[in-house]
């Protein structure tokens, strides 16, 4: 009995760990096939690709929804397999990063960070008091 209580409070746990993965992983500076999203799934910045990854050629999508209409696509293209390596800048300000036969992608520079503002001047001193005044300003 004793052996069938704790398989089963053994099991219990088990299955109540399987869902407690790591819920905020980093976003990934590599990816292959798919639609991605930015700053989600993939850092932005420029990544290369060997290109076409098969006889048919490549294509990518800067998207700024995962509607997958036409009016979402930012900036796409068409790698021919004869054209070599295929080159992409995805912004911060996408939403979505769709690639079909390119092979993997590799960051290779991340977009540098926006300046901070500058801070706020300090405020002027207050006027010193006027010499036939007292400390009261009378």
Do not use: H
């Not at 746990?13 to 819920?23: E, N, R, S």
């Not at 060997?50 to 050629?57: F, I, K, L, N, R």
């Not at 930012?74 to 004869?82: K, L, M, Q, T, V």
């Amino acid at each position: 009995m004793f052996k069938k209580s704790l398989i089963a409070a053994a099991f219990l746990a088990g299955t109540a760990l399987i869902g407690t993965g790591v819920a905020s992983a980093d976003p990934a500076t590599s990816f292959g096939n798919g639609t991605w999203a930015v700053g989600t799934d993939i850092v932005p910045g420029t990544y290369v690709s060997a290109g076409a990854s098969d006889e048919y050629g490549c294509y990518w999508e800067r998207a700024s929804s995962f509607e997958g209409d036409f009016d979402s696509i930012i900036a796409n293209d068409f790698i021919s397999p004869d054209s070599g390596q295929a080159v992409v800048t995805i912004k911060a300000s996408d939403v979505a990063f769709n690639s079909e036969d390119c092979g993997t992608w590799t960051l290779k520079a991340v977009p540098a960070p926006a300046p901070k503002p500058a801070p706020a001047p300090a405020p002027a001193p207050a006027p010193a008091p006027l010499p036939w005044t007292g400390s009261a300003g009378f």
